[in-house]
Structure formats: structure tokens, C-alpha cells
């Protein structure tokens, strides 16, 4: 059972645009969620989180927008930038003192020039 | 900062073997550190969690017995995958998580172990 989905396996953004990735997850003991990026050959690099009793949480080019009633959250980049292309990951925190993260399968990013 | 350092990237042993696999933490200090397993096409699921001076806690549907996980440090955890078989054969990635900072902390992950079994 697949806890947190990342239904578009990939996503094609013209170089300047705004990226969204979007993440919905069904469990709502969720208590902290992050955003990875992943290179090739390389683990994931936390890109930025937020806590469930926030909404927006921003960061340079990159903001995260959390939508509890929709168990829905979603990362903005803007503007996207060549290094940007990526597959990036959605990951969840099960909270009541669990640490482990569950994973979404990933959206692979794909900046065109 | 937040530097995990995972060996080896990439293993190849016959049937039988048991492989052990090192997660550093190489500028922090890590009381808790997480082992996951993913296979083609999947997420990244979580094993284990392997806390420093204590027994880790492993997730349903993960043999104990088979992923024998030791924290030995603050910085070191290791996984050995006992008596390994080809339905073993995976991609296995550590993760780590500062003491410092409160609990809302991100876990930094290492590269990632490949392991094939023939």
C-alpha cells in the first residue's frame, strides 16, 4: 500500500518556468514531510521540509506548500535552472516518536534549455 | 556538512556469503541512523532503525536474524546481510540523522550500497 504517491513519474519544464512537483500521501499521522533530489549515482540531498502544523515553508528558489485537508503537498522551484534536472523524492515522517521516512516513488525533473 | 559515507558502493558474491556493509557519519554525530532497501522500479522502503548502544528496531517483514545491524558509535552503523541469496540482491542506502537541532531534523543519506548475489 503505497502511503505516498508521486503520480507523475516524470516532468518537463523550459529552463526560467516554475516546476511544481506534487506529492499526496494517505496517512494522516504524518507529521513532517521532506523534499530529495537525486543525481545519478549519488543518495538523496534533503532539499527542504515542513512540519504538519505549517502550511508554506520557503527557501531560496524552492518553497513547499502542505495542504493537510487534501494530504497534498507540493514543491515549487522557481525559476528553474538546468541543475535542477533531477529525480526528486517525497518523503513523510510517520511522527508519535518513529522516525523512519516513507518514500514516494519520484518525479524525475527535466529542465530544458 | 551532514556528510554520509557509505562502502562498499557496489558488491558481487556468490551465494551463501555474508557482506557487511559501513555507514559513517563523517561531520556529525548520529544517535539514530536508518537502513533502507529499494528495488527496481520501487520506493525507497525503510528496514531498520539502528539506534547507538541499543538493539535496532526492524520494520514488519524484515528478518532480524538475516540483516544483522550493529551502532557501535555515534558515527558508525553497519549492516551484514547473513548467508546472502539472489532474492537479496538489492540497492541498500543508510541515512543519518544529527542529535543536535530538536526532532525535526532531515536524515542525510550516503550513496547507497549495490549488491547483486550470484
Known amino acids: 500500500d503505497q502511503q505516498v504517491k508521486q503520480n507523475s513519474p516524470s516532468l518537463s519544464v523550459q529552463e526560467g518556468r516554475i516546476s511544481i512537483l506534487n506529492c499526496d500521501y494517505t496517512?494522516?499521522?504524518?507529521?513532517?514531510f521532506l523534499w530529495y533530489k537525486k543525481y545519478p549515482a549519488e543518495g538523496p540531498t534533503f532539499l527542504i521540509s515542513i512540519s504538519s502544523i505549517k502550511d508554506k515553508n520557503e527557501d531560496g528558489r524552492f518553497t513547499v506548500f502542505l495542504n493537510k485537508s487534501a494530504k497534498h503537498l507540493s514543491l515549487h522551484i522557481v525559476p528553474s535552472q538546468p541543475g535542477d534536472s533531477a529525480v526528486y523524492f517525497c518523503a513523510a515522517r510517520r511522527g508519535g516518536g518513529a522516525d523512519g521516512l516513507t518514500f514516494g516513488k519520484g518525479t524525475h525533473l527535466i529542465i530544458q534549455p | 556538512g551532514a556528510v554520509v559515507s557509505q562502502h562498499p558502493s557496489w558488491v558481487i558474491c556468490k551465494s551463501g556469503t555474508s557482506v557487511k556493509i559501513e555507514c559513517r557519519s563523517l561531520?556529525?554525530?548520529?544517535?539514530?541512523m536508518f537502513w533502507y532497501r529499494q528495488f527496481p522500479k520501487q520506493s525507497l522502503m525503510l528496514m531498520a532503525t539502528?539506534?547507538?548502544?541499543?538493539?535496532?528496531?526492524?520494520e514488519q517483514g524484515v528478518e532480524k536474524d538475516k540483516f544483522l545491524i550493529n551502532h557501535a558509535s555515534l558515527t558508525l552503523s553497519t549492516l551484514t546481510v547473513t548467508s546472502a541469496h539472489p532474492e537479496d540482491s538489492s540497492f541498500y542506502i543508510c541515512?543519518?540523522?544529527?542529535?543536535?537541532?530538536?526532532?525535526?531534523?532531515?536524515?542525510?543519506f550516503g550513496d547507497g550500497t549495490r549488491l547483486s548475489i550470484l
Open positions: 541515512s543519518a540523522k544529527s542529535n543536535r537541532g530538536g526532532s525535526n531534523q532531515p536524515q542525510h
Open positions: 561531520d556529525f554525530q548520529a544517535t539514530t
Open positions: 496517512n494522516s499521522m504524518f507529521d513532517y
Open positions: 539502528s539506534n547507538e548502544g541499543s538493539k535496532a528496531t526492524y
